[in-house]
């Protein structure tokens, strides 16, 4: 009897001793630094649904406090464009910013926010989320230390702001335009004089004729801004941008000292906030688009037929050219367009018969 009660009694002393680890994780705390590559206030790129700081808040909120993520907009911290060096070196955890701000860096991830006549919101996200896409990210940046998530979707940007009507491919030549990205070599490559400028210099450059035409985001941004007080035309194609992805970026060595369920925690609040900043654009967009048209008489039409078919050629050249520079570009370029090509046929079954049905006017 006494020997089987010592023997019980030491199964659950190393019972508890194996647990006790697991248990001292489970009640362990953190507290993170996130930068922003936007300022103070912006919507969607810092403040609202689905933004960088509503994630803060859900990650402390599903953690019931354990991981508490302070948030700094550019320019509080480190200037705008500095949360990649940041976030490697260990300055801060992590930073919210467009992952082709790197492309100098990584030339690849650039296919992490956008690519011009690629994929649209849906598209992208099953990419990532269901078709490889996180995994190729995790390993363009396992060998820099960081590790990354969506965590936001403009959805389709606009072509742009335009100071006179565009008619031919002709019209591109030796016109200034704001257009970052790889929209900006395919626009090069026609003539144009591309400018990279901040949110803030789009509207005095263009209102002076500083710039001829200036691309930003949607609607509802593009309204905030006043651009709509400095050029009339508005142009609808979204050849450029047919999405663009907010990136979630994580300093390797500090995700790995997460336990499983505060990485979980991450995760999904990412996800939450990438289809919540989705819904917000769509539904702030459609509303801003109604008065821009409606009040401000802004003229609002596609592109050409000829151009955005020109653009198209021009544009599978440039990908072309930069996947055979370099050898990462070309695996995710290869993997992208593999994916797109099953997506795009069941779109071309599904989404494209559908959409002019349900939102006949």
């Avoid at 450029?240 to 790995?256: D, G, R, Y």
């Avoid at 991450?266 to 008065?291: F, I």
């Amino acid at each position: 009897m006494q020997r089987r009660q010592f023997l019980s009694g030491a199964a659950i002393a190393a019972s508890a001793s194996l647990a006790a680890p697991a248990v001292a994780r489970a009640q362990e705390s953190f507290s993170w630094k996130m930068t922003n590559a936007y300022g103070p206030g912006s919507p969607f790129y810092v403040e609202g649904p689905g933004s960088p700081t509503d994630f803060c808040k859900k990650v402390e909120a599903m953690s019931d406090g354990r991981l508490k993520i302070q948030h700094f907009a550019a320019g509080e911290l480190i200037p705008a464009l500095q949360g990649f060096d940041a976030v490697q070196g260990g300055m801060v955890e992590m930073n919210a910013a467009n992952a082709y701000y790197w492309a100098g860096k990584i030339p690849a991830a650039q296919y992490f926010t956008t690519v011009p006549f690629g994929m649209d919101v849906k598209g992208t996200n099953a990419w990532l989320y269901n078709g490889g896409g996180i995994d190729l990210w995790h390993e363009l940046y396992e060998p820099l230390g960081m590790v990354a998530f969506p965590m936001g979707n403009t959805g389709v940007q606009m072509t742009g702001w335009f100071r006179k009507e565009i008619n031919s491919v002709e019209d591109f030549n030796g016109l200034k335009m704001r257009i970052p990205g790889l929209a900006g070599k395919v626009y090069a490559k026609l003539g144009v004089n591309v400018q990279l400028l901040p949110g803030g210099e789009i509207f005095p450059a263009l209102e002076r004729g500083v710039i001829d035409a200036a691309e930003f985001v949607g609607p509802y941004q593009d309204r905030r801004l006043g651009l709509q007080k400095a050029a009339k035309y508005y142009y609808t194609t979204g050849w450029h941008e047919p999405n663009n992805v907010t990136e979630l970026l994580i300093n390797k060595a500090a995700w790995e000292t997460l336990p499983a369920d505060l990485q979980a925690i991450v995760k999904t609040a990412a996800m939450a906030c990438n289809v919540e900043s989705n819904a917000w654009c769509d539904a702030t967009n459609a509303e801003a688009m109604d008065d821009l048209v409606k009040n401000f008489g802004v003229i609002a039409k596609p592109l050409p037929d000829e151009v955005v078919e020109k653009l198209r050629e021009v544009t599978t050249a440039t990908l072309q050219e930069g996947a055979d520079a370099d050898p990462k570009t070309k695996k995710v370029h290869e993997a992208y367009f593999a994916f797109k090509k099953q997506y795009g046929d069941w779109a071309g079954v599904s989404a494209e018969p559908l959409l002019p049905v349900l939102y006949k006017s």
